[in-house]
């Protein structure tokens, strides 16, 4: 075979004679040049004999190619033709020119690049119709590049085997980033992952990145990469592609990373593990660019990453509009709230729902039992679907390491919020073990029984899961598990633990094989054991329950499916309750107090102390909430079941002291302190130096109360016996706590400068204060002190810390911070800086309001000071109103006498005054008194007090010596409470003194 134009026009015609006697003449030469016997340079021949719309004739006889002279085409003499580019030439010129789509897709099947497995019966089973391909076509595709031509491979592509979908929403940024790291990355480092859970749009991302930016390169070639054999299949076609094929697929992949090195290519590798071999291939330098999408997390330490995460919650309510434009948002935001923006579980259920008719709101309640039943629909063309991938995951960690199947299934148990990965490594403190002395006023023994007894109810539960739970202890074992589960992205690790999406919990909870379901919560169970060995009401524990309540919460609800694990829900939903209770959130702190109380009452408790833990934390949860007739109520009933049983002295004293609690604000003064001392005598009749946190507790509300009973200096000495007392328990936060006490005792008996010292050593022993929840309410009792003292600037600066503070740990419109809030209200009106007061206190207002109701007794204690603030700037109308609500939310919340309204009718009576209102306000400070009298007697400083402001009325309304005799009953009053070096005994005395001397 001649190459001068003259024999190449002869062969020409030969072959499009049709005949092979044509062809005869060519044939010995072909033998001579192919090195083969003259029967196979025959049916060489005969391939080329092209015929018009012959189905599959072209694919059937460029197979012969291959399969009779691959071994001596390239000695043949064909310039510069190799075997395996003139094969995938013609057979992909056959493939494009089809008229089905689908006979593409089984040529990529058959792995045309790898022809030695395929056999002729293969390529006839195809049955597909084919377009008539004209031979100038064949010839054309066979064609050896020419001068001037260009490259043969330039503009190669095949990324019409993977086109990206119409709708593409949410991944804009993500997008932009994929672009600007493509661009920014420099030569040596070629590669790019895009890495995230299964389904979460990674071959997307690349996909629109492809088809958008494809034009700056001169080869783009998509690979799939779900096995190293598939990933060199789809590289040695590119080789191929690109006529740089070896004689083997490792020459192959060899010459095309050299190819990669020096030209401009983009190359997707789709679903790719990080192989050592791949790894290997990717060349460490080059013009190319690399581009690997894969659930496999330690490509980012390979080469720099885009991770993907699920859609926010508006953008997954938007692609689901997309799609189901006349469902209701509520039904759409219910489907995103179980699939938690998945890109590919969203439009599965959007397809399904679409297609099916399958109301919207029945796919959501679906979702919460059969996730992974009900993902096997509506699976979109370019993906297996999510059901399909979970099944692949879960048999590959099945065979790989199936400790890491449990250990997934045991955080699908929890919430799909961080979990601290130190709490595998923390130990479990025996409650039955352990000191009590710390703190155990607060965390009491009857708590502790309710533990054990939690421990006890799943022991062998607990004991299953003890081993492989002792190996978490190990950092090394934690930690091989988390990496097998991040090669899938199945966790995703956060700055001081790890965390699992909610719809990969659902889906490894609904594939749990029997009882493993069980054993997980087992074990999930006794990790948040661990959890509440903290004091939920020792303010050092409150950022590790903050941190954990979302994960209680979570199993919480798991464990109602198992009635064996009452005993912990109700341990757990108890702590919850005190905790959310400490930091004011009452109505939720409410809520699993009752939830805990009912979980009791249907458990067969063999010892009664953890029945009286249980209602004594719903008693806490109801006085919070301002119920205290149902408070009282199951006080009072706790105890009568008490008295039916031999319950531990201290149990019963807890309970005590709470009835005390709710009888106190109720404003049974005698009957609360009575309570309290009934807790005395029963601890000291179980003596033991263990006892000794729960009877400083109980002192020190005994001289809390006395100082609410108008005897301060009775509160002083026993509050400062507690102090002694606490030294040898080591509780700076019990401790701090007393100093407050004494701090708010002093204030009452008018020794300002004892009550500022006192706070400033509650302000000591929190020492870090920026990092102590306890200092916020120093802080503010250091304030209350300044401002007693006339030190109002210093006032202001301290309740401003305590806003800073409260706010650093609950927010800053927590219940503790706006009270601090407010307080700095009354140190502006101090200053005199009443228009900023107003505006204050004014936010405080709305703020409780929004948060509490508008009858909470805080809004009440924030208008009293707002009524002030508008009498100080003219505003006496708004003043009224003010402080005439006042009185009516403390009369809805305490009743008609309670002594809380002595104060709200002083000042409703000073509003009246400025008013002008005098005979009105001297009516409601005869209220104030008559009620000031009867809960503290004549001889009490808020007696005096309410005289005071009578002997001031009198005086305006020319009553002079009545109001002489009135101040000086006041004068008496606060000799024989406070002492007359008291500032308001100070203020009585001169205007007394004014009196007499007009």
């Not at 997309?322 to 890109?343: Q, T, V, W």
């Not at 009912?598 to 806490?620: C, Q, T």
Request: hydrophobic share 40%.
């Amino acid at each position: 075979m001649k190459g001068g134009k003259d024999r190449a026009a002869a062969f020409d015609a030969a072959c499009k004679s049709g005949s092979l006697e044509q062809l005869a003449g060519f044939i010995p030469e072909v033998a001579v040049r192919l090195a083969c016997s003259t029967s196979d340079a025959a049916e060489f021949l005969a391939a080329l004999d092209i015929e018009h719309g012959v189905p599959d004739r072209t694919t059937i006889r460029s197979h012969s190619i291959l399969s009779i002279a691959e071994p001596t085409l390239v000695e043949a003499g064909l310039p510069d033709l190799d075997p395996k580019y003139a094969w995938d030439s013609v057979v992909n010129l056959v493939a494009v020119s089809s008229r089905n789509g689908d006979a593409r897709d089984s040529l990529d099947r058959l792995r045309i690049s790898s022809p030695d497995g395929i056999r002729d019966r293969q390529l006839i089973s195809i049955n597909v119709r084919r377009r008539t391909i004209a031979r100038e076509d064949v010839f054309r595709a066979l064609e050896p590049e020419r001068p001037g031509r260009g490259p043969a491979w330039r503009h190669v592509s095949n990324l019409s085997t993977r086109p990206p979908t119409p709708i593409f929403h949410g991944r804009t940024q993500e997008l932009s980033s994929l672009v600007s790291l493509v661009s920014k990355e420099a030569d040596e480092k070629p590669g790019i992952a895009v890495l995230g859970m299964s389904g979460i749009g990674k071959s997307e991302l690349v996909a629109q990145y492809a088809a958008r930016e494809c034009e700056d390169f001169d080869v783009a070639w998509w690979v799939s990469g779900e096995s190293w054999p598939s990933t060199v299949a789809g590289l040695t076609q590119l080789a191929a592609e690109l006529g740089i094929s070896g004689e083997s697929p490792g020459a192959s992949l060899q010459n095309l990373a050299g190819f990669l090195k020096q030209n401009r290519a983009l190359v997707v590798i789709d679903g790719a593990d990080a192989s050592p071999d791949l790894i290997r291939f990717i060349p460490r330098g080059g013009h190319s660019r690399f581009l690997i999408s894969s659930t496999d997390q330690a490509w980012s330490s390979h080469m720099p990453a885009v991770q993907l995460r699920p859609l926010s919650i508006e953008f997954s309510v938007e692609l689901l509009e997309k799609f189901l434009p006349a469902a209701r948002r509520r039904d759409l935001e219910a489907i995103n709230k179980a699939l938690s923006g998945h890109p590919l579980a969203l439009r599965q259920a959007a397809s399904f729902i679409a297609v099916s008719g399958m109301p919207a709101q029945q796919y959501a309640e679906m979702l919460r039992d059969r996730t992974r039943e009900i993902l096997t629909r509506g699976t979109p063309p370019e993906h297996i679907g999510m059901a399909a991938a979970w099944d692949i995951t879960v048999g590959a960690l099945k065979s790989q390491l199936p400790e890491a199947l449990f250990f997934l299934q045991i955080m699908s148990s929890l919430s799909d919020h961080e979990f601290p990965k130190d709490l595998f490594q923390a130990r479990v403190v025996d409650p039955s073990k352990s000191n009590r002395q710390d703190n155990n006023h607060r965390y009491p023994i009857d708590r502790e029984s309710l533990a054990i007894g939690a421990a006890e109810s799943c022991r062998t539960l607990v004991s299953d899961a003890g081993p492989f739970l002792d190996k978490l202890a190990d950092p090394m074992e934690l930690h091989d598990l988390i990496y097998a589960l991040r090669r899938y992205s199945l966790l995703e690790v956060e700055d001081h633990g790890v965390r699992c999406h909610s719809l990969i919990q659902a889906l490894a909870r609904q594939s749990c094989e029997p009882g493993a379901e069980v054993l997980a919560c087992a074990a999930a169970s006794h990790l948040l054991y661990k959890v509440i060995n903290f004091p939920p009401s020792d303010s050092d524990s409150w950022p590790h329950y903050a941190f954990m309540l979302p994960h209680f919460e979570a199993i919480i609800e798991r464990l109602s499916s198992f009635e064996m694990f009452n005993f912990y829900r109700a341990l757990f939903s108890s702590s919850i309750s005190s905790y959310l209770g400490v930091i004011g959130l009452r109505s939720e702190s409410l809520r699993y107090a009752e939830l805990a109380n009912i979980l009791a009452e249907g458990l067969d408790f063999s010892r009664l102390e953890p029945v009286l833990y249980v209602k004594s934390v719903l008693v806490d949860a109801l006085t919070r909430s301002d119920n205290y007739d149902a408070a009282l109520e199951h006080a009072t009933a706790a105890l009568d079941v008490a008295g039916a049983r031999s319950a531990e002295p201290l149990a019963l004293a807890i309970v005590h002291s709470k009835k005390a609690g709710v009888l106190h604000l109720k404003g049974d003064l005698g009957l609360a302190m009575a309570e309290l001392d009934l807790c005395d005598e029963l601890i000291a009749s179980d003596s033991g130096a263990e006892n000794q946190g729960s009877v400083i507790a109980i002192r020190s509300n005994k001289a809390n109360l006395a100082r609410e009973m108008g005897d301060p200096r009775r509160a002083i000495g026993e509050l400062l016996q507690c102090i002694e007392m606490s030294s040898d328990l080591g509780s700076k936060d019990a401790l701090a706590t007393l100093y407050c006490g004494l701090a708010l005792s002093y204030l009452e008996a008018g020794d300002l400068q004892s009550s500022l010292e006192s706070s400033l050593a509650a302000l000591e022993i929190d020492g870090e204060i920026s990092h102590d929840p306890g200092a916020a309410r120093d802080w503010n009792n250091a304030g209350l002190a300044w401002l007693a003292l006339g030190m109002y600037g210093d006032a202001a600066m301290a309740f401003q810390k305590s806003v800073e503070i409260y706010g650093r740990f609950n927010g800053m419109n927590s219940l503790n911070s706006l009270i601090s809030e407010m307080n700095f209200g009354r140190a502006l009106m101090a200053q005199g800086e009443y228009e900023d007061a107003r505006r204050t206190l004014e936010k405080v207002l709305h703020a409780q309001e929004s948060i509490l109701g508008l009858t909470h007794r805080d809004v009440a204690s924030t208008l009293v000071n707002l009524s002030s603030a508008y009498n100080f700037i003219g505003l006496h109308g708004n003043a009224v109103k003010a402080a005439k609500r006042a009185v009516s939310i403390d009369i809805y919340v305490y009743g008609e006498n309670h002594p809380e309204l002595i104060a709200d009718y002083n000042n409703l009576a000073m509003a009246l005054a400025a008013l002008g209102q005098i005979k009105a306000a001297s009516k409601w400070l005869g209220v104030a008194l008559s009620i000031a009298r009867g809960a503290y007697g004549t001889c009490d400083a808020r007696t005096a007090k309410c005289l005071q402001n009578i002997g001031a009325m009198e005086a305006l309304l020319g009553k002079v010596s009545s109001a002489i005799s009135t101040l000086e009953e006041s004068v008496s009053a606060f000799r024989d409470s406070v002492g007359l070096e008291h500032p308001e005994a100070l203020d009585t005395l001169r205007m007394l003194n004014g009196l007499k001397e007009s």
